[in-house]
């Protein structure tokens, strides 16, 4: 319409189809979940509600993203410090598997050392955070972790 001279806006233009039963519908672009809270592991409750944090290594929380490249998705998983907001660890790749998020864990460790018992962990309950070997790496290193129920599934 704007080509032949018409001065016409987004409304204008759906009032105009909705008057001749047109329909317009968006293809909604593929977006990959990285959350599957199907599964038989157990899921804590939660320890950071009502926290107050005031210095760091008292609460780190952990996700994971996705990032779309050129031909494929990365993964991206993230442990941060909740009091500094800074990324403590991290790990990429093009998998989902446990070991991502355990990759991601240990970079954290290594790099802040924390002290047993003074830590609290948080992340939704994704299999790769419910799985018990990354379980098993927060308990060795006196770490409480606990899960928040996610929403999304697979």
């Known amino acids: ?44 409750p939660n320890l950071a509600r009502g926290m107050i944090l005031n210095g760091i290594n008292q609460l780190w929380v952990a996700d994971i993203t996705f990032l779309h490249l050129a031909e494929e998705f990365a993964f991206l998983a993230v442990v941060l410090d909740a009091f500094s907001r800074r990324v403590v660890g991290w790990a990429l790749d093009t998998h989902l598997r446990a070991s991502l998020a355990i990759e991601a864990l240990e970079m954290a460790i290594t790099d802040r050392q924390p002290v047993p018992g003074s830590l609290v962990h948080h992340s939704d309950s994704g299999v790769q955070y419910a799985c018990g070997a990354y379980s098993e790496l927060l308990h060795l290193h006196g770490i409480p972790g606990e899960y928040e129920p996610c929403r999304k599934s697979l």
């Open 1 to 44: 319409m704007r080509r032949e001279g018409w001065q016409v806006n987004h409304k204008c233009i759906l009032r105009i189809m909705r008057e001749d039963n047109l329909l317009c519908l968006r293809a909604r672009p593929f977006v990959p979940t990285t959350i599957n809270s199907r599964h038989g592991w157990q899921v804590v």
